[in-house]
């Protein structure tokens, strides 16, 4: 596996990013793949280690030291074959995941050495679709079932590919104008182009899914009427309940939800690219835009990042990001999380290395503004543990003309939960440990099951969740 001693000789190449100060001007991806030699020098690393970790750290179970050691020796149109084993979308982890699995590497025993699993996994499949090895797999026959797909984001989309392709009839029903869920509507064009969700829906198109955009189930269709017409329903709705910040001054206008922003940045740049679905609604007479402001991000997650690098290619006069959290260590601490688990380190994002502030332990205490507009956010240092008391003395205040809530999520919209009457556990997501819910019939899978999570864990979910629909699809038959 691999080149024998090569992780004694070669170092760990990072990913290459285009210059800050340049990329900030346009939407344009900013990462760039490695070269070809240096990435077969990193598959080369790839050592034989007995135990593959990295395969416990990727909730795809991805077969990682194989895919790396094909990259080795340059037989990439095989090594897109075991991506696809257990991966339907390696394009969009490739770019959005952030590499479990390099955390687990048995090289990150030595902190910053992991072979560059990423990088190989992304040069993989975009190899395949520039060589034409990426094609429609329809499936041979027809089982006569019919199963609907509440929510298009990756845990949909990975279910209605995998029981379309074991022969049901599948349809995908999408509120919002594309598919894509977060992954077009949340992520920026800089970090994924909407051109490679497009093609991939193509092909699901191809193997026979069909996709139904602008219809709300709840309200444009009734659970009801969708139960009544098809075998199964699977529900992939997303955990889109944000946590909110209960402080004064929070009604003020200028204060909104990340998604908010993130959408109609989403939409905006859509229309400049020309990847708008036909069903997009018109421009908003008055957008939330960060143009010419000071901006302040409330939460230090991807989210709050991606927020921070919008308001950056808008002009915002200032950018500060701010966590509730105190500041983690530089080092992975072995005491907390050791190798192979996730280490909380301390980690600066992309859009921080284009400009702005951070800074850790800061509890918001409440909002001002004048004219019912904000312009200034209130804060005081905390201890940086919960219940994250506040520090006396340290209270201070900002300007904040555009306030964004990056703080998380809290559960999947109830609405349609209660018309389908499934049972919801704890923190309201529904209860389906096996991914069948209380309802017969209905299943659950993504963060809609199992709360806020990872791409990674969305795509292995919508997989797991097809295998138990057509297991139940077939004994059903019986």
């Known amino acids: ?53 990295c395969h416990s750290g990727c909730p795809l179970g991805n077969l990682i030291p194989d895919w790396n050691d094909l990259v080795y020796r340059d037989r990439f149109d095989e090594a897109i074959v075991e991506l696809h084993r257990t991966n339907n979308f390696p394009e969009f982890t490739g770019r959005l995941c952030p590499a479990p699995c390099e955390a687990a590497c048995v090289l990150e025993i030595r902190e910053g050495d992991a072979v560059t699993i990423k990088q190989i996994e992304v040069s993989i499949v975009d190899r395949a679709w520039e060589e034409g090895w990426v094609v429609p797999r329809p499936p041979a026959h027809r089982s006569g079932r019919t199963v609907a797909v509440i929510g298009s984001g990756p845990a949909g989309l990975a279910c209605a590919q995998q029981l379309a392709r074991a022969g049901h009839a599948v349809t995908v029903f ?54 009544a017409t098809h075998d199964a329903v699977v529900v992939a709705t997303g955990s889109r309940v944000p946590r909110d910040l209960p402080v004064e001054g929070r009604e003020l206008e200028g204060v909104h939800y990340a998604m908010e922003y993130l959408y109609e940045r989403a939409r905006a740049i859509a229309a400049e690219v020309g990847t708008e679905g036909e069903l997009a609604p018109p421009a908003p007479e008055q957008p939330i ?40 260590p530089v080092k992975r601490p072995d005491d907390l ?106 299943f659950a899978a993504g963060d809609a099951r199992r709360g806020q999570s990872l791409i990674v864990w969305a795509i292995n979910e919508g997989r797991q969740c097809a295998l138990q629909v057509d297991q139940w699809l077939i004994q059903r038959a019986m």
């Not at 919002?176 to 992520?187: I, M, S, T």
């Not at 520090?391 to 109830?414: K, N, W, Y």
Request: with cysteine; net charge negative.
């Open 337 to 442: 999380t050791p190798w192979p688990r996730w280490p909380m380190k301390l980690r600066t994002s992309y859009a921080l290395k284009e400009g702005g502030e951070r800074d850790f332990a800061i509890s918001t205490t409440r909002l001002s503004g004048s004219g019912g507009k904000v312009d200034q956010i209130h804060w005081a240092q905390n201890d940086g543990t919960p219940p994250f008391a506040a520090i006396p003395g340290t209270d201070e205040s900002r300007p904040a003309e555009l306030v964004l809530l990056a703080m998380g999520f809290l559960h999947p919209e109830q609405t349609l939960l209660e018309q389908l009457g499934v049972e919801r556990d704890g923190r309201g997501n529904v209860d389906a440990p096996s991914y069948a819910t209380s309802v017969d019939g209905v």
């Open 1 to 53: 596996m691999g080149e024998l001693g090569a992780f004694l000789k070669l170092d760990r190449a990072e990913p290459l990013e285009r210059d800050p100060a340049e990329r900030v001007r346009d939407v344009r991806e900013f990462v760039r793949l490695l070269p070809l030699l240096e990435l077969r020098n990193q598959g080369a690393r790839c050592m034989e280690c007995g135990v593959p970790f």
């Open 174 to 227: 999408e509120r919002d104008e594309a598919a894509g869920g977060l992954v077009r509507f949340g992520v920026p064009e800089f970090k994924i182009e909407k051109r490679l969700i497009e093609r991939r829906l193509a092909q699901l198109e191809a193997e026979g899914v069909r996709l139904r955009y602008g219809v709300e189930v709840g309200v444009d269709v009734s659970a009801e009427e969708l139960r």
């Open 289 to 328: 835009t960060a143009a010419g402001k000071h901006v302040v991000v409330i939460g230090g997650g991807d989210t709050g990042a991606d927020c921070v690098a919008n308001a950056h290619r808008e002009r915002a006069a200032s950018v500060t990001q701010i966590e509730v959290l105190g500041e983690p």
